[in-house]
């Protein structure tokens, strides 16, 4: 299975691809009619849930497909993978950290953040809790770190090719 799919994924990903969209663009030209006729009320119609439906198919399968797989190249070469696995060991750990040196206390935020939060609230989408906080914040903290260091390494080689 794995040689065959080797050999042929890309080709039956695009064909399922080419698929998907066909069928999504006869059925929107099969109800085309009845949604002219909708004035006030076209957000009600389904019209457009067979691409939605397909596009989170796809992303669901891609989403096993690349955790499976990566998974079998981690097991089937354990030896190879360790420096990867040590990387993501770094990144969880980085996560960590920062997660729990997250500022988690609502009532500690700047003017500007409590009036975010408020609207947010206020809109209806939902409540921010103080672990919610801490994920943002912890999040950001890790995506700011990962940056520098990319910076940082991005000098480094530029200097070190410079040398060579």
């Known amino acids: 299975m794995y040689k065959f ?14 698929v998907i969209v066909a069928i999504f663009v006869v059925s ?8 002219d006729e909708f004035s006030d009320s ?12 397909g596009a989170i198919f796809l992303i669901i399968v891609t989403a096993f497909s690349m955790v499976g797989f990566g998974v079998f190249q981690i097991l089937s070469n354990l030896k190879g993978s360790g420096k990867g696995l040590i990387g993501f060991g770094i990144l969880v750990a ?3 950290i920062s997660y729990n040196t997250a500022n988690g206390d609502l009532n500690d935020l700047e003017p ?7 609207k947010f609230e206020s809109s209806g989408n939902g ?12 999040s950001i903290t890790t995506v700011g770190v ?6 940082l390494a991005f000098v480094v080689a530029e200097i070190r090719n410079l040398f060579k």
């Open 112 to 118: 500007s953040i409590k009036g975010a939060i408020e």
């Open 28 to 35: 929107i030209f099969s109800g085309l009619g009845a949604f």
């Open 127 to 138: 409540i921010i809790s103080s672990g919610n906080l801490k994920f943002i914040g912890g």
């Open 146 to 151: 990962l940056v520098a260091v990319a910076a």
């Open 5 to 18: 799919l080797v050999k042929n994924g890309q080709t039956l990903a695009f064909l399922l691809g080419v």
């Open 42 to 53: 076209k957000y009600e119609t389904g019209i457009f849930d067979f691409g939605l439906y």
């Open 94 to 96: 980085l996560y960590l």
